[in-house]
């Protein structure tokens, strides 16, 4: 696609996805592919991008778009703007909970040239996150240009710089076959939900995080929580004040847990982006840790242990907005348990030999990471780690461009701003892709500095080093016209401009 020369593409014309992704039957019948029919339209199609998704990283993808003036069309399954933030979203695809707030504060999480409104307050609920990206969009002026109610059911890259995009109406059912010189996948990867594989058989009800919405549903009742990410401690310290009768929460790995702030300040404002990029790991995480023994005091005091992997060898859990979970361990309000040996009946049975009786289970065990869409032969996770240079571009799909498939030590407003320029540089020719060869040796450098940095649990697959990462794809973006010393300067002069705050 657009960034390939023209040798590159015959050579991987071979390689190139054969069949549209998971299609509905009758849907199928209708869409027979014909890669050389695509290329009559592909001149006019060439310089369109097409935005699959409305949520933080669409809107942001729209935004960079529309100011470059590069045409484009976004396609939303929901029917209105805001992904993950609008409460049962009509979309199916929504995790949203009533008590739902931020758990990166407003001065981080907020758009770089957009700042929240001042009477926010530091983390805010739901409501003023959506509130806050429709005022985003209409600042920007780029409404007009997304389409609701209009899933993308399958793309294929084809020849000639063209990918076909396939939409399926979700009101009407009416299929569309377009063509678009590059896709940008800004889909999210919070909606498949991701069960325990528990042995035995469970008599009471089941339900994932995903369809959590609010605690009346399990008022006077025993519910037992597996997970200790953020959502299973959210919902652990709302059920606790919402008139449950008994909440267990199981833990297979002990997690850290991080106050929302620290001294007074939110303790995701402290890490400045020089020292992100600087200072040797092993120094950030002993102050880390440091700041937070000393303002809160270790987690052994509340009787819940952090793990022995240092803080940010992990995705820490941040303290609910709705209590102070560890308070709640402590105090028995909430019964922390290790994990699950197997079920029998209503009977839990933990792996250190204890048993509880419970009414429901809640699974906040977190999501598989896919996009539904894709060629069948091409998936965003290889063998459990992400197939995608700097998180963004898969090799097999070049022309397509992945925003948000990343987890960090922060906010993801700023990932998203960060990657998309990095793929409106590519689509505008300003940098180009380097061979596919090369790209699968930059994912293997990228594994192995997730092996190097991190703790080897699957969940953390998509963890990167947040202001390194951003770094990463600033310095990514060097025009490919400059000379060798024109590069060197460039670069420096990028750097001390990260290191001053300007992260996009
Ligand atoms: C419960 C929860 C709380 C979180 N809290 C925070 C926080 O406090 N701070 C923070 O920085 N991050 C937080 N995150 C991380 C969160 O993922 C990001 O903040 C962000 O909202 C994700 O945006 P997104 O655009 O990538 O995905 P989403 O918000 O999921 O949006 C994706 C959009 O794409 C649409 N879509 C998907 N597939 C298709 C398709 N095939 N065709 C058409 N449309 C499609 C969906 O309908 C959706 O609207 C949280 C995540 C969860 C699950
Ligand atoms: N307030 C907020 O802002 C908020 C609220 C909710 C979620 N979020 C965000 O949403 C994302 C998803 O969070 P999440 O908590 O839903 O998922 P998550 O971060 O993936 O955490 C899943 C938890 O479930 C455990 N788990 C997974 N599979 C299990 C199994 N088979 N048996 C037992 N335990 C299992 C994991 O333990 P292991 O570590 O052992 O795998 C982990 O503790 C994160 O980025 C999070 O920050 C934010």
Redesign the pocket.
């Known amino acids: 696609m657009n960034s390939w020369s023209r040798s590159e593409k015959a050579a991987r014309m071979a390689d190139l996805p054969q069949a549209p992704a998971q299609l509905s039957k009758g849907a199928e019948a209708d869409l027979q592919v014909d890669i050389e029919a695509h290329s009559v339209a592909a001149d006019a199609s060439q310089q369109r991008v097409c935005i699959?998704?409305?949520?933080?990283?669409?809107?942001?993808a729209c935004k960079v778009l529309h100011e470059r003036g590069i045409p484009f069309d976004c396609?939303?399954?929901?029917s209105?703007?805001?992904?993950?933030?609008?409460l049962n979203?009509d979309?199916?695809?929504?995790?949203?909970?009533d008590s739902?707030?931020?758990?990166?504060s407003k001065l981080?999480?907020c758009f770089h040239d957009f700042p929240m409104p001042e009477h926010y307050p530091m983390?805010?609920t739901?409501k003023q996150?959506l509130e806050y990206l429709e005022a985003y969009t209409e600042h920007f002026g780029f409404r007009e240009h997304i389409t609701f109610r209009?899933?993308?059911?399958s793309i294929l890259p084809s020849l000639k710089d063209v990918c076909t995009v396939i939409?399926k109406d979700v009101e009407t059912g009416k299929v569309q076959e377009r063509q678009y010189g590059s896709v940008i996948?800004?889909?999210?990867?919070?909606?498949d939900p991701l069960w325990p594989d528990l042995k035995g058989e469970f008599k009471g009800t089941m339900i994932h995080?995903?369809s959590y919405r609010s605690p009346e549903p399990f008022e006077g009742r025993r519910v037992l929580i597996i997970g200790g990410g953020?959502?299973g401690m959210?919902i652990a310290a709302e059920l606790a004040q919402s008139g449950a009768a008994r909440i267990l929460l199981s833990c297979r790995r002990r997690v850290h847990v991080v106050p929302r702030y620290t001294f007074g300040k939110p303790t995701d404002t402290r890490l400045k982006p020089w020292l992100g990029v600087t200072a040797p790991k092993g120094l950030l995480q002993l102050g880390a840790t440091a700041v937070i023994r000393l303002s809160r005091g270790s987690q052994e005091r509340f009787n819940f242990p952090p793990p022995k992997a240092g803080l940010l060898r992990v995705h820490p859990t941040?303290e609910p907005g709705s209590g102070n979970i560890l308070e709640m361990i402590r105090d028995g309000q909430v019964l922390a348990r290790p994990g699950i040996q197997h079920v029998k009946g209503h009977t839990v049975h933990f792996v250190d030999g204890s048993k509880e009786e419970v009414d429901d289970i809640i699974c906040a065990t977190g999501?598989n990471v896919r996009?539904?869409?894709l060629p069948a032969d091409c998936s965003v996770m290889e063998n459990g780690k992400p197939e995608l240079m700097h998180h963004i571009v898969h090799p097999k799909l070049p022309g397509v461009y992945f925003?948000?498939?990343i987890?960090a030590h922060?906010?993801?407003?700023p990932?998203?701003e960060a990657q998309m320029p990095y793929a409106a540089d590519l689509i505008q020719g300003a940098i180009e892709l380097p061979s596919e060869e090369e790209m699968r040796k930059q994912i293997a450098k990228q594994h192995e500095l997730n092996r190097q940095s991190f703790a080897q649990i699957e969940r953390l697959a998509l963890l990167v080093e947040f202001h390194r990462y951003l770094l990463q794809l600033r310095l990514a973006r060097c025009p490919q016209s400059k000379s060798w010393l024109g590069r060197r300067l460039w670069k420096t002069r990028t750097f001390m401009s990260f290191c001053a705050g300007n992260l996009c």
């Not at 396609?75 to 929901?78: A, C, L, P, R, V």
């Open positions: 699959i998704g409305a949520g933080k990283a669409g809107l942001v396609f939303e399954t929901g209105q703007i805001g992904g993950l933030w609008v979203s979309s199916g695809r929504s995790a949203c909970y739902l707030c931020t758990n990166t981080r999480t983390f805010c739901h996150i209009t899933e993308v059911v939409t996948a800004a889909c999210g990867h919070h909606w995080a995903h953020n959502s959210d941040v999501y996009c539904a869409f925003l948000g498939f987890q922060g906010p993801m407003i990932c998203f």
